[in-house]
């Protein structure tokens, strides 16, 4: 049987083989990612809303407050600026001691006294003397005893604040115990003026039973006599 050429089958031919790339020839660098620039006017206002937000922060955790009148005297004075910290008394409670501002409505407007009673406590003030159930307290930072008298017994949610200047002061004495909504926070630092700057102290009593102090007698002054005028004789 012959073979027609074209059913002829040729010899295989080895296929070339590649090449290898060159030694020295360098893989392309890959792309990078598109990159957008900020305006200007984006950044502004992201600067301002951040400002804004640390304001609003501030004010809110420690806000600030000029100290007016003489009743927390000798240990303020007016014109005195201060900080007060909240975060105190969101985390707890008021202790005694503690120098608070308060939220005092009738007449609307902000107060700075000392706590001294608390929830469920009562407190009587008699011969110069500051009484907590009957126990008297300890207080060097008095500008002087107090000269009046009187006995309050406290609710659940009320608390007795004073002046440091108990003679010259509108406080509890006067207006009766406060609730625990009135009291916005514990003064924190006085930043003005420069000389006063500096932490506000917060007497810690102790907790062991107080001895009794000597009250400092009041010396009444006696009346003055009135000298009447001579009859005009007849």
């Not at 659940?156 to 926070?185: A, C, K, M, W």
């Not at 003026?193 to 007497?203: D, Q, R, T, V």
């Amino acid at each position: 049987m012959t073979v027609s050429e074209e059913d002829s089958i040729s010899p295989l031919e080895p296929y070339p083989e590649a090449s290898p790339a060159p030694a020295d020839e360098e893989e392309p660098p890959l792309p990078r990612p598109p990159i957008r620039s900020r305006s200007l006017l984006r950044d502004v206002w992201d600067t301002i809303l951040m400002v804004v937000v640390i304001y609003t922060l501030v004010n809110l955790l420690a806000p600030r407050y000029i100290v007016q009148g003489a009743s927390m005297e000798p240990n303020f004075e007016t014109g005195e600026w201060i900080i007060v910290n909240r975060l105190p008394y969101l985390l707890g409670q008021p202790e005694r001691g503690d120098v608070v501002i308060l939220d005092f409505p009738d007449p609307q407007e902000d107060l700075i006294k000392r706590l001294i009673g608390l929830p469920g406590e009562t407190v009587a003030i008699h011969d110069g003397l500051v009484y907590i159930d009957g126990e008297p307290l300890d207080e060097p930072y008095i500008n002087a005893p107090p000269r009046y008298n009187g006995e309050w017994t406290l609710g659940p949610d009320e608390y007795f604040v004073l002046g440091d200047n108990r003679n010259n002061s509108r406080d509890s004495h006067h207006f009766g115990p406060v609730t625990r909504d009135q009291i916005i926070g514990k003064a924190w630092v006085i930043y003005w003026p420069p000389e006063a700057w500096g932490l506000i102290p917060h007497y810690s009593y102790d907790s062991t039973p107080l001895p009794r102090p000597t009250a400092t007698p009041t010396a009444t002054p006696l009346p003055s006599a009135t000298p009447t005028p001579a009859m005009p004789q007849p």
